[in-house]
């Protein structure tokens, strides 16, 4: 059953198929989940269901198409289902349908609206459509293959920590109080999606607006236009581990005084020695 009617479809409905894009074949499973109505507009059993459904849906997902509508976009429901999509970590790439109809509408500035009434989501690329007159539906596939591609993607440690030194030579974190926020290193963990650890001062110094700054950065270096969430974990190192290079310096340090001193209290005794046998 079809129809232009929010709410038509009950059931979340998988659908395998194989998309080629350029020669390259992609086999996906589309799960064509319930039209979600606005909260106040679910007045059945019915309905409830396949809200729950959906957000079923999108958890078991690898990505996520968040088809919006062009021509009323940002609705109280969609922020709604775009915080489901940010919670549950997920790949996402922005569909905004009807394009055809949004008239006299200028792609940057539906973009733009996009982008300021849901800035949770400034992560997922937007692509405008129409899919009733077939406008850049063929770009779907594109997206699709090269979030694919960007989830495989693994950072090494030396690569990662050379863009750390580069971020924070450049945009330095700034201080709160007597004390700022410093980062030893970092390595990734894994993914997807992609999760990396920031070994640290303190957490607690690290401002959230920075810490979002990172994620950007990270994101933009290796994983562009790819809709990707990127997870960031801030470890504090042990205070025996903090004095780093210069506290293992100084244990060498003191470890050399202590041979030196045991030598010369040697040395003294064997004079002493010396001292009575010759007396």
Known sequence: MVSDVPGTTRDAIDIPVTLDCDGVKLPVTLIDTAGMRRQKQIDTVVEFFSLSRSKNAIKRADLVL?????TDPCTTQDRRIGHVVVEECKPCIILANKWDLAEGAKAPD???RIRAEMPFMNHAPV???????????????????HVREQMGVSVPTAVF?????????????????????????????????????LFVN????????????????????FYPEAGLP????????????????????RAAAGAKHRRESDYQSEQRRITRRKGLRNG
Do not use: W
């Not at 968040?66 to 062009?70: K, L, R, S, T």
């Not at 405008?128 to 699709?144: A, E």
């Not at 957490?203 to 270096?221: G, T």
């Open 66 to 70: 968040f088809m919006i509508d062009a």
């Open 110 to 112: 539906v973009e733009a």
């Open 127 to 145: 692509l405008l459509l129409s899919v009733l007159k077939g406008f850049n539906v063929k770009q779907i596939s594109h997206r699709l293959l």
């Open 161 to 197: 920590n050379q863009f750390l030194q580069d971020i924070l030579a450049r945009t330095p974190p700034p201080s709160t109080g007597l004390k700022r926020f410093k980062v030893f290193y970092g390595t990734m963990k894994g993914g997807p999606p992609p999760k990396f650890i």
């Open 202 to 221: 303190k957490r607690s110094l690290c401002p959230h607006n920075y810490l979002q700054f990172l994620e950007n950065q990270i994101r933009d270096a």
């Open 230 to 249: 990127i997870l960031i974990e801030l470890r504090e190192r042990e205070s025996h581990q903090g004095e780093g290079a210069s506290g293992i310096r």
